[in-house]
T-cell receptor, first 111, second 113 residues
Framework: LAKTTQPISMDSYEGQEVNITCSHN???????ITWYQQFPSQGPRFIIQ???TKVTNEVASLFIPADRKSSTLSLPRVSLSDTAVYYCLVATNTGRRALTFGSGTRLQVQP | DADVTQTPRNRITKTGKRIMLECSQT?????MYWYRQDPGLGLRLIYYSFDVKDINKGEISDGYSVSRQAQAKFSLSLESAIPNQTALYFC????????????FGPGTRLTVL
């Protein structure tokens, strides 16, 4: 599985856009980039997945450059409820290997 | 996610006791997983099962065992609990063609005294 590197923590204020970047230099051709969100004492929740370029859903956008060696999760106009840990994972969707969650990025949103 | 349930939600036990954590799912997924999370850390995989007859060890399987009783049920056992197994335990499921989209249960908080 491709190793990922993301910031340990980030701080923001309500209403701001937050961008969390993840590095995955050894991403393989069949790998997808997936982001999860975890609130305290809850299980992680899948928020977005992409292969290349840009993916957008009702929660976030995911930007992936052409070389796919990094990705950026963008959260528009964050609120206090976006305070959580965000995990970046890289893996193939159809493989027989389980996901590996790192320590994630702890986002703290202030009023 | 209400489709993945875990019992019990909280458990306090003593060193040396046998403990079973249960996970049930109504999503119809073939793949099920058990993770452990320690305070301030990410999730670590204990065991995973890709179908009823397939059981695989994760990165921290020592001290744990599992049973996949049916497609919908995946149990985690601590044969002889020890204090450093105090943690939050999560069960998750996924479909074979969407392995990266896992659905997590609410977690079981286990304390071993």
């Amino acid at each position: 599985l491709a190793k990922t590197t993301q910031p340990i923590s980030m701080d923001s204020y309500e209403g701001q856009e937050v961008n969390i970047t993840c590095s995955h230099n050894n991403i393989a051709t069949n790998d997808y980039i997936t982001w999860y969100q975890q609130f305290p004492s809850q299980g992680p929740r899948f928020i977005i997945q992409g292969y290349k370029t840009k993916v957008t859903n009702e929660v976030a956008s995911l930007f992936i450059p052409a070389d796919r060696k990094s990705s950026t999760l963008s959260l528009p106009r964050v609120s206090l409820s976006d305070t959580a840990v965000y995990y970046c994972l890289v893996a193939t969707n159809t493989g027989r290997r389980a996901l590996t969650f790192g320590s994630g990025t702890r986002l703290q949103v202030q009023p | 996610d209400a489709d993945v349930t875990q019992t019990p939600r909280n458990r306090i036990t003593k060193t040396g006791k046998r403990i079973m954590l249960e996970c049930s799912q109504t999503k119809g997924h073939d793949r099920m997983y058990w993770y452990r999370q320690d305070p301030g850390l990410g999730l670590r995989l204990i065991y995973y099962s890709f179908d009823v007859k397939d059981i695989n060890k994760g990165e921290i399987s020592d001290g744990y065992s599992v049973s996949r009783q049916a497609q919908a049920k995946f149990s985690l056992s601590l044969e002889s609990a020890i204090p450093n197994q105090t943690a939050l335990y999560f069960c998750a499921t996924s479909e074979p063609r969407m392995n990266n989209e896992q659905f997590f249960g609410p977690g079981t908080r286990l304390t071993v005294l």
